[in-house]
C-alpha cells in the first residue's frame, strides 16, 4: 500500500516570499503520478501541480514548482513569489496503478502581510 | 463550463438514519470518485465508478454504497449513520478512468454531513 507524509501540519510565509511545502511518499510502483492539491478555507480543491514519475524534469507552473526526488521518495512544493490567495491547504497525493489518489493529511499555510 | 455539482452542500442527521448524497459530473467525464474529509483521518477514498461500474472501492463498511447512472451522475448512501461518519463528503470527476490519471480529478465543494 501506498503511504503519503506530509510533516508540516502548518506554515507561514510573508507576501513576496517563498515557502517550500514537505511530501515525502512510499510504494513499490515505478510507475505513478503525483499531485498537489489546493483547497482554500470553504472552496473547492483544485489542482495546482502535477508530477509524472518516469520524467527526470520538475514540474513547473506559473509561480508553483516541484523539486521531485524519486530515489529519495520526496516531493516538494515551492510557491514563490507567495500572494494572499495563496492562503489554504495543501494536499500531496500519490496515484499508481490502484484508480484512486492517496492523499498526505496536509498542510495549512498562511500568508501574511 | 459548469463544473462538479454536489448536491445537497449541509445536512445534519440523526443516528441511525441514512442519507443519500448526490454529485453531477462535469459534462462529458465518464468517472466519478468520492472521498471522505476528516479532521481525523484526512482524505478517504471511497469508491470510484466508471461507465456506471464500481471500478474500485475504499476500506469503508458495507454501510457505504453508491451507484452511477447513464447519464454519468453518481450518488452515494449511507444507512445507519453512526456519529463517525460526520464529514465532508467530496466528489471528484474526471474524463478517464482515474487509475491512468494522465489527466486530472476536477472536485466538488463537497457535502458536509453532521450526525448527531
Known amino acids: 500500500a501506498q503511504t503519503v507524509t506530509q510533516s508540516q501540519p502548518e506554515m507561514s510565509v510573508q507576501e513576496a516570499e517563498t515557502v517550500t511545502l514537505s511530501c515525502t511518499y512510499d510504494?513499490?510502483?515505478?510507475?505513478?503520478?503525483l499531485f498537489w492539491y489546493k483547497q482554500p478555507p470553504s472552496r473547492q480543491m483544485i489542482l495546482v501541480i502535477r508530477q509524472e514519475a518516469y520524467k527526470q524534469q520538475n514540474a513547473t507552473e506559473n509561480r508553483f514548482s516541484v523539486n521531485f526526488q524519486k530515489a529519495a521518495k520526496s516531493f516538494s512544493l515551492k510557491i514563490s513569489d507567495s500572494q494572499l490567495g495563496d492562503t489554504a491547504m495543501y494536499f500531496c497525493a500519490f496515484a499508481g496503478t490502484a484508480s484512486k489518489l492517496t492523499f498526505g493529511t496536509g498542510t495549512r499555510l498562511q500568508v501574511t502581510l | 463550463k459548469a463544473g462538479v455539482t454536489q448536491t445537497p452542500r449541509y445536512l445534519i442527521k440523526t443516528r441511525g438514519q441514512q442519507v443519500t448524497l448526490s454529485c453531477s459530473p462535469i459534462?462529458?467525464?465518464?468517472?466519478v470518485s468520492w472521498y471522505q474529509q476528516t479532521p481525523g483521518q484526512g482524505l478517504q477514498f471511497l469508491f470510484e465508478y466508471f461507465s456506471e461500474t464500481q471500478r474500485n472501492k475504499g476500506n469503508f463498511p458495507g454501510r457505504f454504497s453508491g451507484r452511477q447512472f447513464s447519464n454519468s451522475r453518481s450518488e452515494m448512501n449511507v444507512s445507519t449513520l453512526e456519529l463517525g461518519d460526520s464529514a465532508l463528503y467530496l466528489c471528484?470527476?474526471?474524463?478517464?478512468?482515474?487509475?491512468?490519471?494522465?489527466?486530472?480529478?476536477?472536485f466538488g465543494e463537497g457535502s458536509r454531513l453532521t450526525v448527531l
Open positions: 459534462s462529458g467525464h465518464r468517472s
Open positions: 471528484a470527476s474526471s474524463f478517464r478512468l482515474a487509475g491512468g490519471l494522465a489527466g486530472e480529478l476536477f
Open positions: 510504494t513499490s510502483e515505478n510507475n505513478y503520478y
